[in-house]
Every structure is written in C-alpha cells, then in structure tokens.
C-alpha cells in the first residue's frame, strides 16, 4: 500500500474557477491514493463547487478559508492562496501522522509522474516547475544528481527560491515543526515557509523528477475572462 498524497489546493470564485478545477480533478482521479484538500477563499461554499467534487470519486475535503480583509486590501500584492493552504496544514496536522504534502494550485499543469515522484519523500524533495517567470524554469540546479543551487527568475534575497508547486514534504517532516504556518507575505511564502519547517540543509533535499532533469508541473496561468455586458445582436 502506498502512502497517501495529501493535495492542497487554493481556489477562488472567478469565471475559470469550474474549468480549472474540472481540469484538476481529471488529472487527480488517475491518481491512487490521494486526499483532496480543496480549500475555497470565499465566506460559504459553493454548491457547484461541492457538485464537481462529489462526482469526481476523489477523496476529497472542501473547506473554506476566506483571505483576511486586511490582505485583501493591499491590491498591489495579495498573498494568494495563504489562508486556503494554512487552513490545509492544519487540517493535516489534525488527520494525519503519515503520508505526503503537495501543494497543487488550481491552475497549473501537473504530469501523472510527478504524484510517483513525490510519494517518494522521505523529508523534503524538490524539482522543476516550468513556465515560472520570464526564465520559464524554477529549478534545483545538479551535478552528478548532487544539489548546488537554485535557478529562479526572482531570488529577492531567499533562500528557497522556489515556488510552490517545486517541493513536497512529508507529513512526518511537518509535524515535527508544530508552529510552522505560510506568512502573509507576498513573494516571501514559500522561503518563509520552508524557514519555518524543522532546519534542514541543502544536502537533505530529495532531487526528484530523474535528478531535476525532467518538467512534470507548469506553472501555467489561465487568461481571464473579462465577461461584458455588451449586448449583441443576433439577426
Ligand atoms: N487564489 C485564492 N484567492 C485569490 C487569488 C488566488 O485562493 O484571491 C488561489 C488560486 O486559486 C491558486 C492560488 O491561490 O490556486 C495562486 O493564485 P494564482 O494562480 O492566481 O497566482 P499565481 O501564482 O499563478 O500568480
Ligand atoms: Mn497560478
């Protein structure tokens, strides 16, 4: 039997909000042995969101974790998907001692392999996200399978110049650090968080997807869909 994949996923009522999910759960309904973590930014749950989740047959949780005003406001930077993803933590932290945390957001691309590849870890295992900035590429950079830095189109003075959809931890590795949560602190999220988790070094990184040579997740972004009221006639 293997270990379970716990999928936290932030989502948020839009106009792509449906297509993005319907995409997600027919990649996750190839994948044995997952947990859903569907975690909605709204006040109340969506009745069409909980639809698409009951016929899915995915094991799934739906929550809600609305992003605090205060946050909401700085329209500059919104730390998006935070409170969705601590919510997930914590939901873990309450239901589960074993098992592998992955953080999936609604909109990327995710290959069948990368769920082979994460339910490997043993700790804390990193690999490639395509399409992550004006590089295309966030990635671990190997030699002879060996980590020896980061490649990241915005370093901004981290140490973990990697996004979330580049590492998975295990649910072990997490719970050894009660008191780590995601910061509301845009661009800052997953350093900080990573920060937080119980001190490990470069060396103790697990470079999965064929020692980082290999792209099993994009970090691909939907174009929005701008509805008008403009009527058109039809003749
Ligand atoms: N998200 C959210 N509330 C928001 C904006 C985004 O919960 O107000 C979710 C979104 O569904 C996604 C994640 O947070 O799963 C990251 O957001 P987005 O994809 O817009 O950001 P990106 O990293 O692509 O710029
Ligand atoms: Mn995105």
């Known amino acids: ?7 936290i996923t932030p989502t948020y009522k839009r106009p792509e909000q449906i297509p993005e999910l319907t995409r997600l759960s027919h990649t996750l309904r190839l994948v044995k042995n997952i947990t859903w973590l569907v975690i909605d930014d709204a006040e109340s749950k969506s009745s069409v969101v909980e639809k698409l989740l009951n016929k899915s047959g995915i094991r799934y949780e739906y929550m809600l974790a609305p992003m605090p005003n205060e946050f909401r406001s700085n329209k500059k930077y919104l730390p998006r998907g935070v409170s969705n993803r601590n919510k997930g933590i914590t939901w873990i932290r309450n239901n589960a001692k074993t098992g592998i945390i992955y953080f999936a957001d609604d909109d990327n691309t995710y290959d069948l392999k990368l769920f082979e590849e994460i339910r490997k870890t043993k700790k804390i ?4 996200v395509g399409l992550v900035t004006h590089l295309g590429l966030s990635t671990p950079i190997v030699k002879n ?3 020896i830095g980061f490649y990241d189109g915005y370093y901004a003075g ?3 110049p990697v996004d979330f959809a580049g590492f998975a931890i ?3 590795f997490l719970l050894k ?8 602190k845009a661009g800052y999220e997953e350093d900080l968080f990573l920060k937080r988790l119980l001190p490990f070094s470069f060396g103790d990184i697990e470079l999965l997807a064929s020692c980082c040579t290999e792209i099993l997740v994009w970090h691909t972004q939907t174009k929005k869909n701008h509805p008008t009221r403009k009527t058109t006639m039809i003749k």
Not at 1 to 7: A, N, Q
Request: charged share 15%; hydrophobic share 40%.
């Open 145 to 147: 399978c060996t980590f």
């Open 177 to 184: 650090s009660p008191n780590a949560t995601i910061p509301f």
């Open 125 to 128: 295992s990193m690999f490639p």
């Open 158 to 160: 981290r140490k973990y």
């Open 170 to 172: 295990s649910v072990e």
């Open 1 to 7: 039997e293997s270990l379970m994949i716990y999928v």
